[in-house]
């Protein structure tokens, strides 16, 4: 077992989020307490209290990894695409594949994403409009560029989010991930003949 004294505040920071994970996945934050990180990351518990005031901020710490995930998978898409239709489409399936992924990480994982605590509801508020924005910008990209035909880019990107709904936590954990993907897929398909401008809605073949 390590031990604090042998470690620096970064090591011991990372120790501690890393037994945090894994208490959690296996047994779920309400049930995992401050002593088990503590006995689990092999320091002292007085040593992740220099870190973490609480359980909740560990909670809080983790939660806003997990969801930054997502949106730097999101992210990563947007980057190396140009045309609109085939990036939100990947886009938003790549979106769903990450969400589904948190299912196979553990039976409490999807707690980090989607649980009643405060902290877990204030990340996942910032997440969805760090996601809006995302969306908003895609969308205006794609408007300015004459690939899309909408008024409010904002608007659209709130609509985007609430056609999704279903594929969010936690109804999307109750899909195989091959199985999400591809009703996500479809749903993205099915949204853009609503916004393609007209002489691409009608070019476009229908995506399957």
Request: proline share 2%; with cysteine; charged share 30%.
């Amino acid at each position: 077992m390590v031990r604090s004294s042998c470690m620096g505040s970064d090591d011991r920071r990372h120790a501690v989020l890393a037994a945090a994970t894994r208490l959690f996945r296996h047994y779920g934050h309400a049930k995992t307490t401050m002593a088990d990180i503590a006995r689990e990351a092999g320091v002292g518990i007085g040593s992740v209290y220099l870190d973490f005031p609480s359980k909740d901020s560990i909670v809080e710490e983790l939660s806003l990894g997990t969801h930054r995930r997502v949106l730097d998978a999101m992210r990563a898409v947007v980057k190396k695409h140009n045309d609109f239709a085939d990036c939100f489409i990947e886009v938003m399936g790549t979106r769903t594949a990450c969400l589904a992924d948190l299912a196979s990480e553990g039976e409490h994982a999807c707690e980090l994403m989607h649980c009643q605590t405060k902290s877990v509801r204030s990340v996942h508020e910032r997440f969805q409009a760090e996601e809006r924005t995302l969306l908003r910008d895609m969308l205006e990209d794609a408007r300015k560029g004459g690939q899309i035909d909408i008024k409010d880019a904002r608007e659209t990107a709130a609509l985007v989010q609430r056609a999704f709904v279903s594929l969010a936590p936690p109804w999307v954990f109750a899909l195989q991930k091959d199985a999400a993907v591809a009703i996500a897929t479809d749903l993205a398909c099915l949204l853009l003949v609503g916004v393609l401008a007209r002489q691409q809605s009608r070019a476009r073949p229908r995506r399957r």
